[in-house]
């Protein structure tokens, strides 16, 4: 009993921490100051913070593995958030900072934005897929879908690097951080594949 | 880190502050990276921090009062209402202190601006090693506001103060094999983060450059000042090219050396990326970079609603002024 009680204050104090980067963006938007280029700042903002959900989605199998430490319970949470950021991001875009004259001819011209795209619509069936009727409905496939959260994180990456020049510190961070959590899957595909009960 | 490094200059002159202000934002990213990394990465907006001014910049603006006090308004103004202040000083590409808008706002307050050296050479009759005020002061400063439009599709309108570079080449006498100015930006990683970064893409010094005929067009200005105050220093102080009909990245900051040679000279971005920044990087609608279009642009500073998105002009506006300068010239080949 301690240990769910103590399990569901984490959840709901994880929960509680996952809407701040959302509460600030709506106080710096209605409140305070975005700066000189706010359409930009706020697109970036949000998508470094779906970026971050990612990761933190990403860490709770090596953090299982590698100290012990089960989060499990956290995941889907985790995993909808990534999307609901995710969303703001690509909202924040198109509302904001998008040009309308020459939509297509930026997003044919841009693939980075083919990139985010595809990882975004990734993202949309995998939360659209997360939930128990869902998981019933689709019974093993379900977790060979939901392994495509792997590519996503690539895509995010990849994303990322199209849009990186001159310094590549922060792009060497991302991918790093990247190949550590994707580390972590490895060993575990080689030898108890079909044992693992959802994608980790 | 930079503790251990014995900084090349004395130990007044480089303000502990810096370092420390330096240090914080290393922390910072690492941290916002192991944030990232073990879940609780919630983003980290770095603050724009107040800064105390440093000492040469206040002996720099000492030499620079009479020239400034005496600044003339220039026909070659555009009417449009400049930028505030505020944004002109934190939205900043200047990659020597970090890649980000705010960087240079954050990092750059350290920087030695007084004494400045700039040293001429190459097909010249008067190289040499000039302190800066002695090539200042003998001309008359003008205020010029110009418009400045970013190869990534913004564009501000800047009250800038100068001396037309053509009236500085007067007086080095180029001789006739000088076919091309080249420029290089100060080099001094103590006091610049961005050129201690272990994955920086640029080569240091940046570097530019204009052909002969670019640089002496009277649109062509050499920029100490802005707003009637010497340069704040995330804008290029002490010393600064603005070519107005250019896109922002040809317009070099803090500029150590101005050399005159017979080739075209390489520069920074065309070097990292042959296709996607030309020699000439003349603004131009008609030509889209090659991972966006540059038909608009958004002036700024702009609001979240209603962004001010508004048409490229061919030349950045000077067509009229410039067009001559490329007749007979494929200006989408010469990008
Ligand atoms: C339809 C999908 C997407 C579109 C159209 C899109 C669009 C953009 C654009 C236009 C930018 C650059 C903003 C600028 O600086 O001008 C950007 C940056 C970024 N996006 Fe996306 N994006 C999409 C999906 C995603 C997804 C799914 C993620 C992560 C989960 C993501 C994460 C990022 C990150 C981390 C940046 C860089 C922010 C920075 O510069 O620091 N994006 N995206």
Redesign the pocket.
């Known amino acids: 009993m301690r240990v769910n009680w103590r399990s569901r204050s984490v959840w709901w104090g994880v929960f509680g921490g996952s809407l701040i980067p959302l509460s600030e963006r709506l106080y710096q938007m209605f409140w305070g100051d975005l700066g000189t280029d706010p359409g ?1 700042t706020l ?2 903002s949000l ?2 913070i ?2 971050c959900f ?1 990761g933190m989605t990403l860490a709770i199998t090596p953090l299982k593995r590698w100290f012990s430490l089960s989060l499990v319970h956290l995941r889907r949470m985790q995993g909808l958030f ?1 999307f609901f950021y ?1 969303s703001l ?2 909202g924040a ?1 198109l509302l904001f ?1 998008a040009d309308w004259s020459a939509f297509m001819d930026d997003v044919i011209k841009r693939p980075y ?1 083919f990139v ?2 595809a ?2 619509l990734i ?1 949309l069936a995998l939360a659209a897929t997360s939930f128990k009727t869902m998981m019933r409905r689709l019974g093993r496939h379900w977790k060979t879908l939901h392994r495509l959260v792997y590519p996503a994180g690539v895509l ?1 990456v990849v ?2 690097a199209w ?1 990186s020049r001159g310094d590549y510190t922060t792009l060497f961070i991302y991918s790093l951080s990247l190949l550590l959590l994707l580390s972590a899957r490895l060993p575990q595909r080689v030898f108890h594949s079909a044992r693992s009960p959802e994608p980790e | 880190m930079l503790i251990k490094h014995k900084p090349a200059l004395s130990e007044a002159q480089v303000t502990p502050k810096s370092i420390y202000v330096d240090r914080r934002s290393f922390i910072r990213q690492t941290l916002a990276g192991t944030l990232a990394l073990s879940g609780l990465g919630l983003s980290v907006s770095p603050a724009l921090a107040a800064q105390a001014e440093n000492p040469s910049r206040s002996a720099w603006r000492q030499k620079l009062a009479s020239p400034l006090a005496t600044m003339q308004k220039s026909p070659y103004s555009t009417t449009e209402t400049p930028a505030p202040l505020k944004d002109i000083q934190r939205y900043n590409n200047f990659y020597e202190f970090g890649t980000g808008k705010g960087d240079p706002g954050e990092h750059a307050g350290g920087l030695t601006i007084d004494p400045w050296r700039v040293v001429v050479e190459g097909e010249v009759e008067k190289p040499g090693s000039y302190m800066l005020e002695d090539l200042i002061k003998s001309h008359l400063l003008e205020e010029r506001i110009y418009r400045l439009r970013c190869v990534e599709a913004w564009s501000m309108v800047i009250p800038w103060v100068g001396i037309p570079l053509s009236a500085l080449i007067a007086r080095f006498k180029p001789t006739s094999r000088a076919r091309y100015v080249l420029f290089e930006s100060l080099v001094r990683p103590e006091e610049m983060p961005g050129q201690r970064s272990l994955f920086s893409g640029i080569d240091w010094p940046y570097q530019e450059g204009l052909r002969i005929d670019e640089a002496m067009h009277p649109l062509t200005l050499m920029a100490v000042g802005l707003y009637g105050d010497i340069l704040p220093n995330q804008n290029g102080a002490p010393f600064r090219l603005v070519v107005p009909w250019k896109y922002g990245f040809k317009s070099i900051k803090s500029i150590v050396k101005i050399g005159f040679v017979e080739t075209m000279p390489p520069t920074t971005w065309n070097q990292l990326q042959p296709g996607e920044y030309g020699f000439y990087a003349n603004v131009n609608p008609a030509v889209d970079h090659p991972r966006w279009s540059q038909k608009t642009e958004r002036r700024l500073p702009g609001g979240l609603f209603g962004a001010n998105r508004i048409e490229t002009m061919p030349f950045n506006g000077y067509a009229e002024e410039v067009t001559s300068l490329y007749a007979g010239m494929d200006l989408s080949a010469n990008y």
């Open positions: 930009k697109t970036e998508g470094t779906a970026l990612l990534t995710a991001h690509v875009y900072l934005i985010g795209l990882a975004f993202l995010v994303h990322y849009q």
